[in-house]
């Protein structure tokens, strides 16, 4: 189980609600299952709308995860993320803090996503 916390000045409060990690479920579809409203358009890493910034929670090492190349295409773009920061994705496997939620795969970590 992984805690995933919302918060937004969009939400009149934040919103904290328990994904289950490994049934791959993408941040985009939590926060649907649970009415938060997280904008989307293509749903497919495509667009760029569901841009989020996501901060981990806990004191371990964040999980390494891989950005698709749409994903890492689109960040670029939207210069969400920097060279730098791509380069350490690609070669450290650390996670740059923004994403986007059509494409990110919870994982069992604590996780406070900004949108
Ligand atoms: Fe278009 Fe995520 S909804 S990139």
């Not at 189980?1 to 993408?26: E, H, I, L």
């Not at 910034?53 to 999980?63: F, G, Y």
Request: proline share 5%.
């Amino acid at each position: 189980m992984a805690n995933v916390t919302f918060t937004s000045p969009r939400m009149q409060r934040d919103v904290t609600v328990y994904a289950t990690a490994g049934d791959c479920s993408t941040l985009l579809s939590v926060a649907q299952k649970h009415q938060i409203p997280v904008s989307f358009e293509c749903e497919n890493g495509e667009c760029g709308s569901c841009a989020i910034e996501v901060s981990i929670l806990e004191r371990k090492a964040p999980m390494g995860m891989h950005l698709t190349e749409k994903e890492k295409t689109v960040l670029r773009y939207a210069g969400k993320i920097t060279a730098a920061q791509l380069a350490d994705a690609e070669t450290n496997d650390v996670p740059p803090p923004w994403r986007l939620a059509c494409q990110f795969i919870v994982r069992d970590e604590d996780i406070l996503v900004t949108f």
